[in-house]
């Protein structure tokens, strides 16, 4: 019988889920727990099936849009808002039909609801650094309020050569703000233009992308030079994943994002070293269920490359902590 293949496999560390995915996650569990199914949610819980899957199959139904509850759950079963945060005309709408609504909203991207709150109040025209089609940057940009007759002072920056040929709408102060799961280097550029073309332009105090998203990049950049291949397991609509893949792509010879580990590209006898990591919505069981497979066709050593630990909890929203 032939011996199969000597595989290293390096771990990045810290991957997987961040403190505001457990959260979000521990909120339908407990609203499973204290209400019963079924347990209505907007949007994807977090950007992951297999999480959304699991959470199905406990009686949790996922909607696009508040309508999309059956007339007669509006009232009596509880409806939740996913991680990514939601505008506040939804919030408004689901207080208006009394709706039993639970925020499931990170509190780092609540910090930069708040942000943006203030920096309208104090008259800046905002730049949004992020992702046009990002749920996350549609409940904050859904943050400021409405004038009518008037446009918001927003406007949404997605790559350097917007920040290079933005053009201040009126006289206003400018601020800027970011999305949470961006790069950390393509963010930098942008901001190093906005702040040559614009000195006094105002930043959030500490910046908005969130500990996790830059503790999982800085991991993937410390093992991906030292790989044949990285895998990083996630989802196409996850940002956090994307960012992930496209640092592993540029500093490994070659990167996959895969979904678990059914999902293996070929390994052919070239590849002496994988590296893994997950991004903040995908669980450790994903991680361990890659390597079992590669265990199948490899000898697999593993290796645990920490570059810093994480100990940040998140409180659970109030009404899941009151008695019934
Ligand atoms: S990635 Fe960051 S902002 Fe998003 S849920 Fe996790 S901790 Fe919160």
């Known amino acids: 019988m032939r011996e199969s293949p000597a595989l290293k496999v390096l771990l990045a560390s810290p991957r997987g889920f961040c403190a505001g995915v457990e ?22 819980i977090v950007h992951n099936a297999y999480v959304v899957e699991k959470l199905q199959k406990k009686g949790v139904v996922f909607v696009d849009e508040l309508e999309d509850i059956p007339e007669k759950h509006q009232k009596t079963r509880p409806v939740i808002f996913s991680a990514h945060g939601v505008a506040k005309g939804i919030t408004q709408k689901a207080k208006d039909k ?3 609504a639970i925020n499931a909203t990170c509190p780092l991207v609540e910090k930069v609801h708040r942000e943006v709150e203030r920096f309208q109040k104090d008259g800046y025209h905002i730049l949004l650094i992020g992702h046009k089609y990002h749920p996350e940057v549609a409940g904050t940009m859904g943050q400021l309020v409405q004038i009518a007759g008037q446009k918001p002072p927003i406007t949404l920056v997605e790559t350097k050569k917007d920040a290079e040929i933005f053009t201040p709408p009126d006289e206003r102060p400018l601020a800027y703000v970011t999305q949470t799961t961006l790069s950390l280097d393509d963010t930098n550029e942008i901001t190093e233009v906005l702040k040559k073309r614009f000195p006094s332009i105002n930043a959030p105090k500490k910046g908005d992308i969130c500990y996790a998203t830059a503790n999982r990049q800085n991991a993937v950049k410390t093992i991906a030079p030292q790989c ?13 994943s994307m960012r992930l893949l496209e640092i592993a792509q540029n500093l490994s010879k070659k990167a996959e994002l895969i979904t678990d580990g059914d999902n293996l590209p070929k390994i052919d006898k070239k590849i002496k070293t994988i590296g893994i990591t ?31 630990k994480e100990a940040v909890v998140f ?10």
């Open 23 to 44: 959260r979000a996650v521990e909120i339908v569990e407990k609203t499973l727990e204290k209400h019963g199914k079924p347990v209505y949610v907007r949007h994807q």
């Open 98 to 100: 009394k709706m039993l």
């Open 278 to 308: 997950a991004s903040a919505s995908a669980p450790e069981i994903l991680v361990q269920q890659t390597i079992k497979t590669l265990q199948k066709t490899h000898q697999v050593t593993l290796q645990d490359i920490p570059i810093t």
């Open 228 to 240: 044949d291949m990285m895998l990083v397991i996630g989802a196409k609509n996850s940002s956090n």
């Open 315 to 324: 409180k659970m929203p109030k009404e899941l902590n009151q008695k019934r």
